[in-house]
């Protein structure tokens, strides 16, 4: 490991300046945390969508493919309820061939301006016709045709062949709504287990995970 600039070989961020929040955030009680996880992450998550930051809602998925190597990539958080969390994609790209095979995927969400963090994981379903058609119907136009014309994850000659697909289409449904693609929809993460984290001082952190059972939600408390 060699010096940057003669300097630490490490990464060390700037000093971080406090966040003034235009909302007091909920204090979840480590020592006695609520029974019900799903309502606590629902929480954590509204609060998080007042910061005044871009995609509040990123949240990040890991899939693992038929090699055994895992793969991880950003999306959006659509919906989030007992029944667990839904986002829409591609479903012949990487991530929707492996979640397809495997059945089962991880997920992350982080909010630096909370010092929060939300895991979750547990098996992996398709969305149905109609709650994919539902969604595709609020997308804007440009984003509809923007899934058609993008074969996700493929090679890609150059970007002059991606306007082409996409002005090939945009033709194509002129003058109509534009249809959901048959390979483009949802996904479902049932919660097997949720994990909060609350970044403190010094490392000294607060995290709890709540793992599912047959007989309900069972939760311990972590070293951080």
Known sequence: MTAAHGGSPFIRPPTRQPT???FTPSQMDFDHPPTDPI???RAWIDEALQLPIPNPN???VASVGADSRPSLRAVLLRSFDADGAVFFTNHQSRKGRELAAQRHAALLM???HLDRQLRIEGPVEATDDAVNDEYFRERPRANQLG???SEQSQELADRGAFNARYELFDRQFAGVDV???PHWGGFQ??????EFWQGHPARLHDRIVYRRGGNGWAVTRLYP
Not at 189 to 194: E, L
């Open 147 to 149: 899934a058609w014309a």
């Open 189 to 194: 993460v049932r919660p097997a287990s949720i």
């Open 58 to 60: 990123t949240m990040y």
């Open 110 to 112: 982080h909010w630096d």
């Open 20 to 22: 003034v929040l235009t």
């Open 179 to 181: 249809p959901r693609p």
């Open 39 to 41: 309502a606590a992450a």
